[in-house]
């Protein structure tokens, strides 16, 4: 069987190697001809991935990749792993998934099956997609051509989170497509699980995000709470965890990041205006979270106060700029909001992080494009006057930082278990 798989990403590239490895050949199709080279050479842009594995199902001639969509015509299954973004006024930005759309649609042969896996609202497949398709290909969805919606889950640095073995939730066009959709996944991977409609598949993911955004906002809500009360929301979780049924942990940070978290609930409140309705709690869930790198700037207020010190012409040092530990991805992180919060204040920043070197330009933090990582040796970590921990990547020696930095803001609990004088460490 050949499929193709469109946007090697963080997404695209992990499935693409796991139906690679499961006897499938795979063409990858990507409209940033760098990633297209790298993957023909046997090369990985992606931390976690190994260049060994690309390299291996390359030499074997199960992986490829082009920039041409003119290969879509000789395979049976077309996945749409492409970026589901928000506009600048947080509405959804769905022009990846149709111009997608668009440039396979006039290649699309009968009997292909078409998958969007981009996390997306109730409708895009077989409302949005399913028009450009149609009208670019003269065909008819369910008649001429197969359509379905398959959310990926992804938790990346987690060693135990394996494409294979991670249930696949799939909604057809109808049940012709998800038969052939079924036919697909299970080639790859281990469990899957059909749902009645593309607009269920759709909902399921949303739901799993939505119930990330809005306990993670809780727990940051019961942190300043709690605070307030003299009491540790850390020491809090690690309590209310033991309870084998009912509870499940979720921890405070220095506000939402990724990919995924901060956007993907957005994409129901949108949707859900269309209907009349309201989405109240993930509202709320944004305002708390997105309310969070403030909290964490007063901290940092506070805990400079508390040695004479002004904001206003400090050097503060940001460790961690990904946005969640040991990954190397930094899209959305609380700490470009925190960089540019104390820097309005008048500190002067920098950062700390091994996995990303050097802030690439983008369209949301232009001026900070170019900026490096400090060096990690006690002079330059002493030179700085409050260190602040916004991710706690395990590569970082904590206890040298306990023993140079001046005075500690955590926002992870990351010197939860590190010698260090008293009074030293603030939690935000
Ligand atoms: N990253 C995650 O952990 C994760 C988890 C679950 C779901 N998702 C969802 O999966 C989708 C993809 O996310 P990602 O993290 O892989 O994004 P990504 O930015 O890492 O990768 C997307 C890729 O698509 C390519 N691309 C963009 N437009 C294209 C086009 N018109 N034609 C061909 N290629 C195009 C980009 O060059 C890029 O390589 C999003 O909807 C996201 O919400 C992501």
Same mark, same amino acid.
């Given at each position: 069987?050949?499929?193709?798989?469109?946007?090697?990403?963080?997404?695209?590239?992990?499935?693409?190697?796991?139906?690679?490895?499961?006897?499938?050949?795979?063409?990858?199709?990507?409209?940033?001809?760098?990633?297209?080279?790298?993957?023909?050479?046997?090369?990985?842009?992606?931390?976690?991935?190994?260049?060994?594995?690309?390299?291996?199902?390359?030499?074997?001639?199960?992986?490829?990749? @082009?920039?041409?969509?003119?290969?879509?015509?000789?395979?049976?299954?077309?996945?749409?792993?492409?970026?589901?973004?928000?506009?600048?006024?947080?509405?959804?930005?769905?022009?990846?998934?149709?111009?997608?759309?668009?440039?396979?649609?006039?290649?699309?042969?009968?009997?292909?099956?078409?998958?969007?896996?981009?996390? @997306?609202?109730?409708?895009?497949?077989?409302?949005?997609?399913?028009?450009?398709?149609?009208?670019?290909?003269?065909?008819?969805?369910?008649?001429?051509?197969?359509?379905?919606?398959?959310?990926?889950?992804?938790?990346?640095?987690?060693?135990?989170?394996?494409?294979?073995?991670?249930?696949?939730?799939?909604?057809?066009? @109808?049940?012709?497509?998800?038969?052939?959709?079924?036919?697909?996944?299970?080639?790859?991977?281990?469990?899957?699980?059909?749902?009645?409609?593309?607009?269920?598949?759709?909902?399921?993911?949303?739901?799993?995000?939505?119930?990330?955004?809005?306990?993670?906002?809780?727990?940051?809500?019961?942190?300043?709470?709690?605070?307030?009360?003299?009491?540790?929301?850390?020491?809090?979780?690690?309590?209310?965890?033991?309870?084998?049924?009912?509870?499940?942990?979720?921890?405070?940070?220095?506000?939402?990041?990724?990919?995924?978290?901060?956007?993907?609930?957005?994409?129901?409140?949108?949707?859900?205006?269309?209907?009349?309705?309201?989405?109240?709690?993930?509202?709320?869930?944004?305002?708390?979270?997105?309310?969070?790198?403030?909290?964490?700037?007063?901290?940092?207020?506070?805990?400079?106060?508390?040695?004479?010190?002004?904001?206003?012409?400090?050097?503060?040092?940001?460790?961690?700029?990904?946005?969640?530990?040991?990954?190397?991805?930094?899209?959305?992180?609380?700490?470009?909001?925190?960089?540019?919060?104390? @820097?309005?204040?008048?500190?002067?920043?920098?950062?700390?992080?091994?996995?990303?070197?050097?802030?690439?330009?983008?369209?949301?933090?232009?001026?900070?494009?170019?900026?490096?990582?400090?060096?990690?040796?006690?002079?330059?970590?002493?030179?700085?006057?409050?260190?602040?921990?916004?991710?706690?990547?395990?590569?970082?020696?904590?206890?040298?930082?306990?023993?140079?930095?001046?005075?500690?803001?955590?926002?992870?609990?990351?010197?939860?278990?590190?010698?260090?004088?008293?009074?030293?460490?603030?939690?935000?």
């Amino acid at each position: 069987m050949k499929i193709a798989v469109i946007g090697l990403g963080y997404v695209g590239l992990p499935l693409s190697l796991q139906f690679a490895r499961s006897c499938t050949d795979v063409i990858g199709i990507d409209v940033d001809p760098k990633k297209v080279e790298l993957i023909n050479r046997g090369l990985s842009y992606i931390k976690h991935i190994q260049a060994a594995d690309v390299a291996e199902r390359v030499n074997a001639g199960k992986l490829s990749a @082009t920039t041409d969509f003119g290969c879509i015509k000789d395979v049976e299954a077309v996945i749409i792993c492409v970026p589901t973004p928000l506009t600048k006024n947080r509405e959804p930005d769905i022009s990846f998934v149709l111009d997608t759309g668009r440039s396979i649609a006039p290649h699309l042969a009968k009997g292909t099956l078409v998958v969007l896996e981009s996390t @997306t609202y109730p409708g895009t497949t077989d409302e949005d997609l399913r028009a450009v398709l149609e009208e670019g290909s003269g065909m008819k969805a369910g008649v001429d051509f197969y359509l379905a919606f398959s959310p990926e889950r992804e938790d990346p640095a987690n060693d135990q989170s394996k494409v294979k073995l991670i249930p696949k939730v799939i909604g057809g066009y @109808t049940p012709a497509c998800l038969e052939r959709a079924i036919a697909l996944y299970t080639r790859a991977i281990d469990t899957v699980v059909p749902v009645s409609s593309c607009r269920v598949a759709e909902a399921a993911k949303l739901l799993e995000n939505i119930f990330r955004s809005v306990n993670i906002a809780l727990v940051n809500e019961l942190k300043s709470v709690y605070a307030a009360m003299g009491i540790d929301i850390w020491e809090v979780i690690e309590a209310a965890k033991t309870k084998p049924f009912g509870f499940m942990p979720f921890y405070p940070g220095p506000g939402l990041g990724g990919h995924c978290i901060p956007i993907d609930p957005f994409y129901l409140t949108w949707k859900a205006r269309e209907y009349g309705k309201n989405t109240r709690f993930i509202e709320l869930a944004g305002e708390i979270n997105t309310a969070m790198p403030e909290h964490v700037v007063h901290c940092v207020a506070d805990a400079l106060n508390s040695q004479r010190k002004a904001l206003n012409g400090s050097r503060i040092l940001i460790i961690g700029l990904a946005y969640k530990p040991n990954v190397d991805d930094e899209r959305e992180s609380p700490s470009y909001a925190l960089m540019n919060l104390l @820097t309005e204040r008048g500190a002067k920043v920098e950062y700390y992080d091994p996995y990303v070197p050097v802030i690439k330009p983008t369209r949301e933090h232009l001026h900070l494009a170019g900026k490096q990582s400090v060096k990690w040796d006690r002079a330059t970590i002493s030179s700085f006057d409050a260190a602040l921990i916004a991710t706690n990547h395990n590569c970082v020696n904590y206890q040298e930082l306990a023993d140079w930095a001046q005075c500690i803001i955590d926002t992870r609990n990351a010197m939860a278990d590190v010698k260090i004088a008293a009074g030293k460490v603030w939690k935000a």
